[in-house]
C-alpha cells in the first residue's frame, strides 16, 4: 500500500504573525524590504516636506512663465511715460458710488480720473502720479464748478462764473492761469488738462494756453482765433474746429497729422486726436482719419460710417458716440479699452483719454472701460511689471538651464574619462579643471563685455553669456563624476564588461554613467539655481542681458537708486521676492533628492 503523505500541521495566525516578526520585522517593514531602489527614492522625497514644498513653488512659477506669456503678451520695445511708476492696484476705473448714478461730466488722466456729479461736487479716484492732486481748492474757493478735466499729473476745472482752477503739479507754468481767466465773466465753452499744457476756449471762439507748449509749438495761423467752436490736443499737436467747420492744426511743422483731408473741410462738426492720428466727423456722421496707422487708429469700423453723432480720441484709440445713442471703439485694445459695453440706455457723453473710457447715460450713470490698473505696477519707462516679470523669469531659467545643461555634458565626459583611465590622463584633466575653476568669473564677463561692446547683437550676447557659464562652471561636476566612476570601476560588472570585450567608453557611458546618474540630477538641480544667481548678478550690473529684453536681474538694476528703494517698492520687491522662492525652492530640491539616494547624508 502506498504511504500516506504527511501534511504540514496547519499554523495558527498567531504563529504566522510571530513568524513575520522573527522574518521581517513589522509588516510595514517586510513591505519596505520588497520596494525597489526607485521606489524608496520616491517614497522618501514624496515624504520630505520641504523638498516638495520647493517643488510646488518651482512647479508653478515654471507655468506661469511658460504658460501666462501667451495670455499677457508682451512688446519689448513699449514704453510709456505716462504710465511710469503705477503702483499695484485696479482702481483706475473705480468710480465713487455717490458720482457712479449723479454724474455730470467725467475725464480720464494718466492714471487717475476726475469726476463732477450734478451738484458740483468733485471726486478723484485712481493711482495719483502726485500727492498734489488731492488738494482740491473747497467749495467756498471755487463756488459751483461746471467743468473738470484730468492730464498727465493736474487738473483744470471751471465754474459757472467763468472762472479757472488748476491743482495737481505746477511746474512749467502749469500754474499760471491766464488773469483774464483768474477773475471771471468769461463764457468758457471748453477746458482741457493736457499732457504739460492746459487750454480753454470761450463762447466767442477765443483760446487760451498755458503751461509748457515747447513740445506743441502753438501757432495761431491768421483768423483763427475768434473763429475757434472746438478743439482737441494729444501730446504732439494741438488742433481747433472752427465755426466755419474747418480743421486747422496750430503748427508750423509738417507732419501726418497736417495732411487734413480736402474734401471734410467746411463739412466737421467735431475733431479728435490720439498720439499718432487725427479723426474729424462730418454733418453726414462720416468719419474721416488721417495720420500714422498705429496701433490701428486709422481702421474705422464700416459699419458706423454715416452713424456718428460725436468722437474723442483716447492715446491709440477712438470712442464715437452714434446717433442712435450706443457707443463704439476702435484702435489699440491692450487694455480694452476698444471693447465698448452695452450700456443698457442711450449715452449723452463720452470721455476718452489715455487707456480709458467714461460713458455717461442720459440719466446719469456711468459706464467705464479700459485700464483698470497693474497687478505688479510699472517701472520707470511704464512697462508693466507684472508681463516683465513673466518673460524675465522664461529668460533667466532658458539661460540657467542651457548653462547646466553645457557644464553637465563637459563635466560627465571628463569626469568618466579622467575616473576610469587614471594615471597621466586623470592628472592632466584634473590639472585642466583646476585652472578652468581658477578663472574669476565675474571679472572675467565683465572683461569680455567690455572689450565686445557693441559689436556683437543681443541675441549673440545672450549665448555667450550662456556659453561662458557652461564653460566655467564644470569644473565641480566633474570632480563628483571622476570620484564616483573610481569608486565604481573596480566593481564586478565593470570587470565583467572588460572580459566580454567592452570599449572603454561604453564601459563608462553605458555600465558606469546610469549607476551614478542620480549624484549628478542631484548636483545639477543644485547648478541650475547658482547659475540662475550668476546671470542675475550679471544683469542686474548691466554685463548681462541688456535691455529691452527682460530678466529678473536687470529688473532689479533700478533698484541701485534710494528714491527708487524708498517710493517705489514694487519695482524691487517682486523681482527679488521670486528670483530668491525660484532660487530657494531649487535648492530644497536638489537637497531632498539628496537625502532621498543616500539617507545617510541626513547624519552628517
Not at 579 to 586: A, F, Q
Request: aromatic share 8%; charged share 15%; net charge negative.
Amino acid at each position: 500500500m502506498p504511504k500516506k503523505e504527511k501534511r504540514a500541521p496547519r499554523r495558527s495566525t498567531a504563529s504566522k504573525a510571530a513568524q513575520r516578526m522573527v522574518i521581517g520585522g513589522l509588516p510595514q517593514e517586510e513591505e519596505e524590504v520588497l520596494q525597489s531602489p526607485l521606489q524608496m527614492v520616491l517614497h522618501s522625497f514624496l515624504h520630505d516636506k520641504i523638498a516638495m514644498t520647493g517643488l510646488t513653488l518651482f512647479v508653478v512659477i515654471f507655468l506661469c512663465c511658460v504658460i501666462f506669456p501667451f495670455f499677457y503678451p508682451i512688446d519689448l520695445y513699449y514704453q510709456d511715460v505716462t504710465q511710469a511708476n503705477v503702483a499695484p492696484g485696479f482702481s483706475m476705473l473705480s468710480v465713487p458710488s455717490k458720482l457712479s448714478s449723479n454724474a455730470q461730466q467725467l475725464s480720464v488722466g494718466s492714471t487717475f480720473s476726475v469726476g463732477l456729479d450734478r451738484d458740483g461736487n468733485v471726486y478723484e479716484w485712481g493711482t495719483f502720479p502726485t500727492d498734489k492732486l488731492k488738494n482740491i481748492p473747497s467749495t467756498s474757493e471755487t463756488g459751483k464748478l461746471t467743468m473738470i478735466s484730468a492730464g498727465l499729473d493736474h487738473v483744470v476745472a471751471a465754474n459757472e462764473d467763468g472762472q479757472i482752477f488748476t491743482w495737481g503739479n505746477d511746474r512749467m507754468g502749469l500754474a499760471s492761469i491766464p488773469m483774464e481767466l483768474r477773475t471771471g465773466g468769461n463764457n468758457i465753452k471748453q477746458i482741457l488738462a493736457g499732457y504739460q499744457i492746459s487750454l480753454a476756449l470761450t463762447e466767442e471762439g477765443e483760446m487760451y494756453n498755458w503751461g509748457s507748449d515747447y513740445l506743441l509749438n502753438i501757432t495761431y495761423p491768421e483768423g483763427v482765433q475768434g473763429n475757434i467752436d472746438k478743439f482737441a490736443a494729444s501730446t504732439n499737436i494741438v488742433m481747433v474746429l472752427t465755426k466755419d467747420g474747418e480743421v486747422v492744426p496750430l503748427t508750423s511743422k509738417t507732419s501726418a497729422y497736417t495732411n487734413v483731408p480736402e474734401e471734410m473741410q467746411g463739412k466737421a462738426v467735431d475733431i479728435a486726436l490720439t498720439d499718432e492720428s487725427a479723426a474729424a466727423v462730418t454733418e453726414d456722421g462720416q468719419v474721416y482719419v488721417w495720420g500714422n496707422n498705429i496701433k490701428g487708429t486709422l481702421n474705422v469700423p464700416e459699419e458706423i460710417q454715416g452713424q456718428v453723432a460725436s468722437i474723442a480720441g483716447g492715446r491709440y484709440h477712438f470712442t464715437a458716440i452714434l446717433k442712435d445713442g450706443t457707443v463704439m471703439s476702435w484702435g489699440d485694445n491692450t487694455h480694452g479699452q476698444s471693447s465698448a459695453p452695452a450700456a443698457g440706455e442711450a449715452i449723452s457723453e463720452v470721455d476718452a483719454g489715455y487707456y480709458a473710457n467714461y460713458a455717461i447715460t442720459e440719466s446719469g450713470k456711468v459706464v467705464a472701460w479700459g485700464l483698470k490698473g497693474y497687478l505688479m505696477g510699472t517701472d520707470a519707462f511704464g512697462r508693466d511689471v507684472f508681463r516683465r516679470l513673466l518673460v524675465g523669469g522664461r529668460m533667466t531659467m532658458t539661460v540657467g538651464a542651457i548653462a547646466v545643461i553645457i557644464s553637465s555634458i563637459i563635466g560627465i565626459t571628463i569626469g568618466g574619462i579622467s575616473g576610469y583611465k587614471g594615471g597621466k590622463v586623470d592628472n592632466l584633466l584634473m590639472r585642466l579643471a583646476e585652472i578652468v575653476s581658477s578663472i574669476p568669473f565675474l571679472p572675467f564677463c565683465i572683461i569680455l563685455s567690455s572689450i565686445l561692446g557693441n559689436s556683437i547683437s543681443e541675441t549673440q550676447r545672450i549665448i555667450l553669456i550662456m556659453c561662458i557659464l557652461g564653460l566655467l562652471s564644470w569644473p565641480g561636476i566633474a570632480r563628483l563624476v571622476r570620484g564616483s566612476v573610481l569608486a565604481e570601476r573596480e566593481q564586478e560588472f565593470v570587470t565583467a564588461a572588460r572580459a566580454l570585450g567592452v570599449k572603454e567608453f561604453g564601459i563608462i557611458f553605458r555600465h558606469i554613467l546610469p549607476n551614478i546618474i542620480t549624484v549628478i540630477i542631484v548636483n545639477a538641480t543644485l547648478d541650475f539655481a547658482t547659475c540662475m544667481l550668476t546671470e542675475s548678478s550679471l544683469s542686474f550690473i548691466g554685463f548681462g542681458v541688456n535691455e529691452p529684453n527682460a530678466t529678473w536681474g536687470n529688473m532689479l538694476t533700478g533698484a541701485q537708486n534710494g528714491q527708487v528703494i524708498e517710493n517705489y517698492w514694487w519695482r524691487w520687491v517682486f523681482p527679488a521676492s521670486v528670483l530668491g522662492i525660484c532660487t530657494i525652492s531649487i535648492n530644497c530640491i536638489g537637497d531632498g533628492l539628496r537625502d532621498a539616494i543616500d539617507p545617510k547624508s541626513k547624519e552628517r
